[in-house]
């Protein structure tokens, strides 16, 4: 069985660890993994975020080219859409804040993309609920991108806030 073939039939069987645990005991399932998170199977993509998320713990080197290559989908140069891919970066960022923080401010400035807004607003509160301080400098620079004809970002956004709580009020 290829290796891509095996990566989805776990995240089909809901094996998100074993999958995670064969992406950290071979390199090469990286690319198989990260393809997931575009797979048309909305649960799959969900395994996939979650093994992504636990691989990364667990292994720190293998995060941080998960998140140069979800960096990279982003990019508008890369010719993907890389909106599947935010999810994971939350994953990694509630798991292993210290590996998403360089990568925060990048996050931030595609607010302004109403496509991946959405995304990167719950993305920015997974990353909050586990290190606020990480996220709080970056709120003044969101608010403004909101569409206040999206109630749903204007959600995203309170939700954004409520994780980052007390640091906020500090701050001011």
């Known amino acids: 069985m290829s290796l891509s073939k095996e990566i989805r039939e776990l995240l089909q069987q809901g094996r998100e660890d074993a999958v995670a645990e064969l992406a950290m005991a071979n390199p090469r399932a990286l690319r198989p993994l990260v393809g997931r998170l575009w797979d048309p199977d909305r649960e799959i993509r969900l395994r996939a975020v979650r093994a992504v998320g636990h691989a ?3 292994h720190p080197d293998l ?3 998960v998140i140069r290559r979800l960096m990279w989908a982003l990019n508008d140069e890369s010719g993907t859409h890389g909106v599947y891919g935010i999810p994971a970066l939350g994953e990694i960022g509630r798991r292993a ?5 360089p990568y925060v401010p990048a996050l931030v400035s595609m607010a302004v993309d109403s496509g991946l807004r959405l995304e990167l607003l719950r993305t920015l509160t997974a990353i909050a609920e586990s290190a606020p301080h990480i996220v709080v400098g970056h709120l003044d620079r969101l608010a403004p991108c909101i569409d206040d004809s999206r109630p749903d970002e204007r959600q995203a956004l309170d939700r954004l806030v409520a994780a980052v709580g007390q ?3 500090d701050d001011d």
Request: hydrophobic letters at 50%; zero cysteines.
């Open 97 to 101: 804040p210290d590996l998403i923080a």
């Open 167 to 169: 640091e906020a009020r």
């Open 63 to 65: 995060g941080l080219e």
């Open 56 to 58: 990364a713990t667990a």
